[in-house]
């Protein structure tokens, strides 16, 4: 295809949307910021800090989302393997990293039970993974802590959610920043990543073309466990202590920013690097209504004008698409180009 | 008053091809009115902006001397207007009564849903279609063919003036298109305006009375079908002559030794099945709808489990647990339904084409990208597929561009192919390619795979297969060499008892 071709495609794009929301927004906050400072380096760290969890959970969520499944267990197991791994840590005998590991397999465990009840029960995810977020992990979270705040003392778990390179850069920002640059990677150019697509799209196609949608909904899911438990470990990292409510909190914002990215329930399309986009915008439009000291109320509903302007956007740009050339069956794929 | 329909200088623009230029048509009720071309003329472009789903770049429609500027399916079905898309439109999960009536759902005074209402007025629709189905049937689990007629009977129910059928046949076997063909018929009788996309030749001299050919989204020129015959017809349509379609193939005539031997196979809709495939062999599986042709090789195939029997490959015994562990012993199985089985629409025609292959492309961690798009360009140039750029999303391409990237993908040259199983390849595929599939069968039998060819339409199988067998309920009911089958008694077989 021709440049001016390749081009005309890109602005169609949803990439090309998003990314003219983000400067949208960064203009209007750095103009309004007391002292420009929504641009200074110490923010856009705040900002990246801010979204760290964030981006483990929405990489994990994406992959099965655009495998056609939703995950809505991630924050429950990690909160689970936070405890776990706060009360594993008590005593002082268990070393760190055996301690990481525990945490690691029983987020995949979690992840193995969710793909069990949607591969042999066809349980909807929608449905298996709020279950076994809210009840299994979250049942196991409080045999674990017995419902207190554990104290989390290792110097090594310290270090990691405190650590900055070069005195600037949070070590949790990188590995984040690493996660899902990872990920997009295996999403775009990897055969695996390809049968995420295939089977999202069309799964008795996919099937019959001898990919194996079954094994890579396991895998999937005991992935997202695995991110899930991961992002409970940097939680804890971070506040030193693990407790009950955890990383509960952060399930349902996390569909929410890789929707907004561009990648759409159904499956089969969508990249990684809307959801990261999407997952910027939210992050520094929050970022951005706190240092102009909104009050936290206000907030909360700039957020949800946030979407809703977005949705809009995404509406009227597709319905003119639409006018042009698109029909209607082909309309919600052409969105996520 | 006689009714008319008009497009008047209409032209549609997708990225990258000129879908319609400039056409004009008048088509008159009481008659059907063909429209023929190549895939990806315009044939579907052009009823689609009938029904309001695109709006043209250019011109209009005009109905009874109107002008109508349908934006939604909606206005032009309340104009009476119904269109019966190539694709099926169909609520898998839901009955076939609420698909049928699914923009007239009855209502009775409080608001719910008049259920009893809704399967009286839905059985004598399926009588008239003399289908063998229930009015609670869920849509998803009836088979392909009867699918596409609960899509007709959604448009032929609410009895509009201007009734489009695309494509309506391929799917269907001998028996439903009887019916079909006597219903409209009685819609041409009664005065309505009816028109008709087929690529099959036979259809098109026995029910219509004009022709209008567009070839690369213009219009070449129009016919009444009286007047013409079928090497004029086809030369308008591919600008050339084509010759012959079945006289022309350059036969295998080397058959070697066996190369699959099914024995007594039974599965859920399988009875007792028997039959031998040899190297170079092209066998022809002929039936009606629920015959058993698609089930027995999807078990064979790995993709439905086998109850009792045996699979011998080379001699050797097989029991596929899954479609992948046949294409890696070198079957390859081209399904019948490009929709649901084939392709994944929301990928590109690149995606699409090198799925089965997928583990040859991996070089080290990742995908080679070269020699992807060289397979995707074979592909595309092998069966001059339609289409800009590889890239092209398979939804947005024509419905033989669909069926011809699905044959792509099974006849790639990175599939080490021992057996060729094609499903209703020819679905939705113009004379012109047509041929061109036919001989590419015999260089594959040639090069001594063995191909297995399911189709209902029988010209096909008799002139194509080098033997042909015949099942049906589930069973084989006869096996004839080429030369021993007629239509008659492959007919008569399809329907023993
Ligand atoms: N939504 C779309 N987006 C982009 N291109 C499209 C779209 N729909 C159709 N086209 C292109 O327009 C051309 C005409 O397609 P159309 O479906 O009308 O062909 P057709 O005559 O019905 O062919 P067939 O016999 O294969 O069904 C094709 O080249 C096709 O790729
Ligand atoms: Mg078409």
Redesign the interface.
Known sequence: ?DIA?IA??FIKGKTFSLLCMLMLIIVFFWYFSPNHSFLSVTNIVIILNSMVLFILFAVAVSMLIISGEVDLSPGFIGTAAGATMAALLEGGTVPWFVAVIICLLMGIGFGLINAVLVNKFRIQSFIATLAVGTFLARGFSFIVSGGRAIPVRDPVISWLGTARIGDVVPVTVLISLAIILVYGTILS???FG??V??CG??R?????????PKKLSYLLFANSGMLGALAGILFVARIRSGNLDGTNAFSFPAVTAVIFGGISFGG??GKMLGCFLGLLIINAFNNGLTIMRVSPFWQDVASGLLLLLALTLDYISTRRAN?A?I????RR?KQEG | MERTLEFVNISKAFPGVQALNDVSVQVKGGRVSALMGENGAGKSTLLKILSGDYVPDGGCVRINGEEKNFTSPYQSIKASVSVIYQERQLLNAMSVMENVFIDDLHESKFGFLNKSELRRKTQEIIDSFELPVKPSDIVGHLSIAHQQMIEIMKAYRRDSDIIAFDEPTAPLTDREIAVLFRLIGKLKERGKIILYVSHRMAEIFQITDDIVVLKDGQLVTTFETSQTNEAELVKAMVGRDIGDTYAGIRRNDKIGDTLLEVKNLVTEDINNVSFTLRRGEVLGFAGLVGAGRTELMRAVFGADPVISGDILLEGKSVNFKSPKEAIDSGIALCPEDRKTQGLVLSRSIRDNISMPVLPKLSKRLFMDTKAEESLAASAISKFAIKTPTAEKLTLELSGGNQQKVILGRWTSNLMDTKILILDEPTKGIDVGAKAEIYQLIHDFASQGIGVILISSELTEVLNVSDYIIVMRSGRITGRLSRHEATEERVIELSMMD
Do not use: F, H
Not at chain 1, 205 to 211: D, K, T
Not at chain 1, 327 to 330: D, G, I, T
């Open positions: 295809m071709g005309k495609k150019k990897t055969k390809r049968g697509y295939l799209g069309n008795e196609a996919a099937r019959l073309a001898g990919l194996n089969g399309s006018r050339s029909p209607k069956s082909a794929l």
